[in-house]
């Protein structure tokens, strides 16, 4: 049987734009299951984005719902909700210390939700284990465990990027558009990167992506975003029966 993970139910959000009040989600109802890997795409200024900041909590949601693991989480911080929740942000600049090294990042996350002791011996300790890690990307980050990230390219350090959102396995992790800044050969270094941990840690996963390819050849379900919406929401077996050009008429 399947086991809802994550849940929104009549999820609204509206925001107040000048003297307007502006609805960026619309009643969204949307179940999300253990293990599901959903594209999602959309749209510029569909909402996708805003369905991310209200799952994480970085956007207040004016009415609805949010339940994971059957817990009501609407009205918990981002940072209570980030004990389950790990986001990666096209930015590669975004979520790693840039002065600190690959390892010292890799020690910060692994200690996700609890006190920090980067003491030098509790590092050596790890640095086994960052090693077998790291030698899972496609772009050296294991050659560099004592380079500051501010060195890296910009796919290794979103390949780190994606190590540390994953490393205490997140019960949900949000991708978005992680691959978006990056050259062609590297992005698809990175998608296959994912790919792999999603399956091999049964991670439950929800990626925006503006590559029709991508949306279409990874995970098990696709959702579209439109004006606050979800348009549509295509199952393993319906999605495995569209193409691209299906895909593009959600783009006018
Ligand atoms: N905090 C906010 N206050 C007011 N408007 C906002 C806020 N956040 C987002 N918006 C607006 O909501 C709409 C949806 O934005 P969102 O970033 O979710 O779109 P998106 O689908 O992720 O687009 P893109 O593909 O361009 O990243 C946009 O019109 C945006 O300008």
Same mark, same amino acid.
Do not use: C, E, F, W
């Given at each position: 049987m399947t086991e809802t993970q994550v849940e929104l139910k009549n999820v609204t959000v509206n925001?107040?734009?000048?003297h307007d009040v502006k609805t960026l &989600? %619309? %009643?969204i109802n949307l179940e999300i299951h253990r293990g599901d890997f959903i594209t999602v795409i959309g749209t510029n200024g569909a909402g996708k984005s805003t369905l991310f900041n209200a799952i994480g909590g970085d956007l207040q949601i004016s009415a609805g719902t949010i339940t994971m693991g059957g817990k009501r989480v609407e009205k918990d911080s981002p940072e209570k909700r980030a004990k389950h929740i790990a986001r990666v942000f096209q930015d590669p600049k975004m979520g790693t210390a840039p002065r600190?090294?690959?390892a010292e990042n890799l020690a &910060?996350? +692994?200690?996700?939700g609890q006190h920090l002791g980067l003491r +030098?011996?509790?590092l050596a300790k790890k640095k086994d284990q960052f090693l077998a &890690?790291?030698?899972r990307t496609p772009n050296g980050l294991d050659q560099a465990l004592d380079k500051p990230t501010e060195e890296l390219s910009g796919g290794q350090r979103q390949a780190l990027s994606l190590l540390m959102a994953t490393l205490k396995e997140p019960d949900l992790l949000l991708l978005d558009e992680h691959t978006a800044a990056l050259d062609p050969h590297t992005s698809a270094a990175i998608m296959a990167l994912t790919d792999k941990i999603v399956a091999e840690d049964n991670l439950t996963c929800l990626m925006i992506?503006?590559?029709m390819d991508d949306a279409l050849k990874y995970g098990n379900r696709l959702l579209v975003v439109d004006a606050g919406h979800i348009v549509a929401d295509y199952n393993a077996q319906e999605k495995a029966n569209l193409d691209k050009a299906a895909l593009l008429q959600y783009f006018g």
């Open positions: 925001v107040v734009a000048g &989600l %619309d %009643d600190m090294t690959v &910060l996350a +692994s200690h996700r +030098s011996r509790a &890690l790291t030698k992506t503006h590559q």
